[in-house]
């Protein structure tokens, strides 16, 4: 009798843990289920990546060139389980509508008016900026324009300094400067298939890290309709973020946001010694080099998460 009780408590201690066990995978695989979905904004269909609870404090993620939302899906898979990730395509990027340019000015005052729109549709009052590349420029104009919904900043090699365009950027200058004389060398610098390689592996000699596919899906997209006409028209106007880049300082200076910056040291797009430039307009701003390059979450995506929780407990 005995010896059939304590076979029957053996099975039962088993039936619990195997039933622990299955729960765990299944409770965290609903945490960080990815949506994809859309929204009408302004008459544009913008697609958007989606994660977590949505009364969770909001991350709202911008992304760079030439990538799109898909840079951030390693977040959105590490962070759902407290944080709710939202990650739009802008116009002309990713799966949102690319309208003709002789129908939409490819401009990032109207991408950062379409990405507000954005996130008035989705009823986002408040959230933590994190911008990477492109998404600096959006970011800092939503923020200047509603300063009040920003909790906090996360910047990932973004640039809110002159002295932070690096030495590449003498031929893009040059393109600002004379767009007709210089329009070719600028594809060539800015859409090649080498400088969309060069973006993610920079100088890094561990080239082993990382997937070809980065750089020869970005390169596709680069090459389809009317993508060459569409990236030139917004470069052309990037030239007004470096004039803006004295409002944007002036604002870290006045209002000493909540910042945490993240930079791969083998970024060639940008000069090395930005981050430290943040942090003499914030000087509480939490600043990471990385071992990585101008998409640290190429290779650093596990870090990456473990800080950005870490800042977000702060919120």
Known sequence: MKSALRILATLIVILTST?????????????????????SVDGLSIFYREAGPKDAPTILLLHGLPSSSRMFQPLLTRLAD???????DYPGFGHSDWPEPNRFDYTFDHI???????????????????????????GF????AHPERV???????????????????ATRRAFWEDRP???????????????TKTRHIGDDAKTELYDPDLWTHEYAFLN????????????????????????????????????LVLWGKHDLSFDLGEPERYRRDVPHANIYVLDAGHFALDTKADEIAALVREFMKTQ
């Open 19 to 39: 039933l622990k066990l299955d729960a765990q995978p299944k409770d965290k695989a609903m945490a960080q289920e990815v949506f994809y979905r859309r929204v």
């Open 82 to 88: 407290n944080y709710h990730l939202v990650a739009p």
């Open 112 to 138: 950062a008016s379409v990405m507000d729109g954005f996130t008035q549709a989705l009823g986002l009052s408040h959230y933590t900026l994190y911008m990477q590349d492109y998404g600096g420029p959006v």
């Open 141 to 144: 104009r939503m923020a200047l």
């Open 151 to 169: 909790q906090a900043l996360i910047v990932q090699d973004a640039v809110a300094h002159n002295e932070g365009l690096g030495a590449n950027w």
């Open 181 to 195: 004389a210089h329009e070719e060398a600028l594809r060539k610098n800015l859409l090649s298939l080498a400088t």
């Open 224 to 259: 389809a309709p009317g993508q060459a006409q569409i990236q030139s028209d917004l470069f052309y106007d990037y030239r007004t973020n470096v004039a803006a880049y004295p409002k944007w300082q002036s604002w870290l200076r006045k209002a000493q946001p909540k910042l």
